[in-house]
């Protein structure tokens, strides 16, 4: 299943807002995958959820869409990492700002000078890192409690929100697209 929201007023809120189910951890590293072969230097996606909710999962999604160098796995004790690009594409700045509590913190990063030339993905980055782009999307991954099982195949639903000029032109589904994997439906 998936949603759609449109937003039509002027600042800082959301161009649109898109509601997409993610029944499997495969369909968060495809949606990743989709949104990887879709974004470009200068991007910034936050994605904020729970522990185990899927942040680095879609990340890595992200990371083979874009077809970087390296196994992406959460920062957390580096803070960030750069993964430099296979070919031609951008780099991929992963930046997990769960130890961080400052605005300070954030910028000691300087994740500002290499913001237009990578694409930069920040867990738990929500009320931290919107200041670096005016221009980014926010993914927030809900992860269903109490559905027994493996953690990281617990069913999922991400929101996603679009911010800025960039996203004026791209519909949600351009972005998400199905999520169909090895024969399981998204909708």
Excluded at 54 to 70: E, F, M, Y
Excluded at 86 to 99: F, I, K, Q
Excluded at 125 to 137: C, K, P, S, Y
Excluded at 175 to 186: A, C, I, P
């Amino acid at each position: 299943m998936s949603e759609s929201e449109t937003a039509s007023d002027g600042g800082d809120s959301a161009r649109w807002v898109h509601r997409l189910d993610l029944p499997t951890s495969a369909h968060t590293t495809e949606l990743g995958r989709r949104l990887g072969s879709m974004l470009r230097a200068g991007d910034l996606v936050v994605l904020t959820g729970d522990l185990g909710a899927g942040k680095t999962t879609l990340t890595q999604g992200i990371g083979s869409g874009l077809g970087v160098r390296g196994r992406i796995s959460s920062p957390t004790f580096i803070i960030a990492r750069t993964h430099a690009a296979a070919g031609p594409g951008p780099a991929l700045v992963h930046v997990d700002a769960y130890r961080l509590r400052s605005l300070a913190e954030v910028d000691d990063l300087d994740l500002d000078t290499t913001l237009a030339e990578a694409v930069t993905v920040v867990e738990w980055g929500a009320g931290l890192v919107e200041g670096l782009a005016e221009d980014r999307l926010e993914i927030i991954i809900h992860r269903m409690r109490g559905a027994g099982g493996d953690v990281g195949e617990q069913p999922r639903w991400a929101t996603i929100s679009a911010h800025g000029a960039r996203w004026a032109d791209v519909a949600p589904e351009d972005l998400t697209g199905r999520t169909d994997v090895e024969g399981h439906s998204g909708e």
